[in-house]
């Protein structure tokens, strides 16, 4: 090419809880059947959508006007919608006007990090999910910031750590809090949340918000919505309804400004997102018109309920097969659909292995752990992979130093749960010991 043609950023763009599914097809090619427990997507893990949720989608395929575009920041109605179901929480009021539809939750990410200054930094947790960090890293072409989430307290933020980083970056502009937190399951206490604001009200900081595990709570918890402790600093929630209805195939999520009208800069950036979506046109209309018809269906709540205690129950499965342990730092889990378990210190070495009977795996699996370089619990990972057919993704490659893996809460076969869940900690007991 006459010039180079990538920016220096886009190096930070490697999405690794889908790299880990390149390794794990091959494996799967070799004949050797695969547990996924790598990717949030209820579906994929066999949740069923109930049938009246798909009447309601089918009549609205069925309708002409649902094939034309819509109003570039989203259905007016649906916004209204979604302004009553915020301004009923007791916090910060918005309106429709404050509402922003995207193609996903995923898309909001990229466009918000799009539009800051290249040294303009958001610090967010780690371990991190990587859409926001990627993005935040490759928006400023440099490695992602982070605060410490803390395995030996129920992975809450070490609001030390935060306020340190915070206090010395001039450049940090924004806190991101995802809550409930993905890859941890950790919910943000309400306590923490206000620190977290005061912070930012200190410093003149804008807070992100990332909640689209927001009413995904079970076991006891509650989330706080950001518009609920905020008090008058400026803020962006971002929701979606991937997980929740769950109908992550709709591409369909949204960012709700908060306090848009106290700081002109913040309002700047909310004006350049909207007038980018005008540029673009619209997002998926669909999903926006099943939003209000979906949630305000007297089966909704009911619904979300049971799902939620199903989750909850399956957390506790996992706790009563992993928590005991003596390799793993565990934590239970309250909200969203993963746990993080970490590998204390000193028990992960290079010379650790699993038997796999396939030659060819083994090979690949020799291969891809050759390096001195690659990660421990990545090892640990590839050899679970090959030896016990089970994908997980290794916490290294959520921004962390920490070594460990995440696994998902959505087995609905309990069956299969108790199966997968016993044999991953009967082979960390072979793998240690090996
Ligand atoms: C914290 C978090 N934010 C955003 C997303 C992306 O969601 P969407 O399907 O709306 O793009 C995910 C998906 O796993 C997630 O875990």
């Known amino acids: 090419m006459r010039q180079r043609l990538l ?19 091959k494996i799967q090619a070799l004949g050797i059947p695969i547990i996924w427990e790598n990717i949030g997507d209820p579906i994929q893990k ?6 009246w949720m798909k009447e309601i ?15 570039s920041k989203g259905e007016v109605e649906t916004r209204k919608f979604l302004a009553k ?19 996903g939750t995923g898309d909001a990410i990229s466009k918000l990090y799009q539009f800051l200054k290249h040294n303009s930094r958001v610090i967010g947790p780690s371990p991190a999910y990587s859409t926001h960090s990627s993005a935040e890293a490759a928006h400023a072409n440099a490695d992602p910031l982070t605060y410490k989430l803390d395995p030996n307290n129920h992975w809450y933020p070490d609001l030390d750590d935060l306020y340190l980083k915070v206090k010395y970056n001039p450049n940090i502009v924004g806190i991101l809090i995802i809550n409930p937190d993905n890859p941890t399951g950790m919910v943000y206490p309400y ?11 200190e410093f003149n900081l804008f ?18 919505s950001l518009s609920e402790v905020i008090d008058d600093v400026p803020g962006i929630a971002i929701k979606g309804i991937s997980k929740e209805l769950p ?14 009208d106290k700081d002109p800069e913040f309002a700047r950036l909310c004006s350049a997102m909207d007038n980018a979506k005008m540029l673009e046109v619209c997002s998926t209309k669909l999903p926006q018109l099943a939003i209000p018809k979906i949630l305000s269906d007297s089966r909704y709540m009911p619904y979300r309920l049971e799902e939620n205690q199903k989750i909850g129950r399956r957390s506790k499965v996992i706790a009563s097969i992993l928590g005991g342990l003596p390799q793993l730092n565990f934590n239970e889990t309250y909200g969203a659909f993963y746990n993080t378990m970490i590998f204390k210190d000193g028990i992960l070495k290079r010379s650790q292995k699993l038997k796999i009977e396939n ?8 291969d891809w752990t050759s390096g001195n370089d690659i990660a421990l619990d990545r090892q640990f990972v590839y050899y679970l992979l090959a030896s016990k057919g089970i994908c997980v993704v290794p916490i290294s490659s959520f921004c962390s130093d920490l070594q460990g893996f995440r696994v998902t809460l959505l087995e609905e076969n309990e069956e299969l749960l108790v199966k997968t869940f016993t044999t991953i900690r009967e082979a960390i007991e072979e793998y240690v010991a090996s």
């Open 46 to 51: 066999h949740s069923q959508v109930p049938l």
């Open 359 to 366: 030659p060819e795996a083994k090979k690949l699996v020799e």
């Open 85 to 103: 179901l915020n301004n009923e929480r007791n916090g910060v009021k918005i309106s429709a006007e404050d509402i922003l539809f995207f193609n």
């Open 7 to 25: 920016s220096e950023g886009a190096k930070e763009l490697a999405y690794e809880i889908r790299e880990i599914v390149k390794k794990a097809v």
């Open 247 to 260: 109908w992550p195939g709709s591409r369909c999520g949204w960012m709700e400004y908060l306090n848009r």
């Open 191 to 201: 306590e923490t949340l206000k620190r977290i604001v005061e912070i930012a009200k």
């Open 207 to 224: 807070l992100v918000s990332d909640e689209i595990y927001l009413n995904i709570t079970y076991n006891g918890a509650k989330a706080y």
């Open 57 to 71: 989608v089918a009549s609205l395929a069925m309708d002409n006007n649902t094939y034309s575009y819509c109003p």
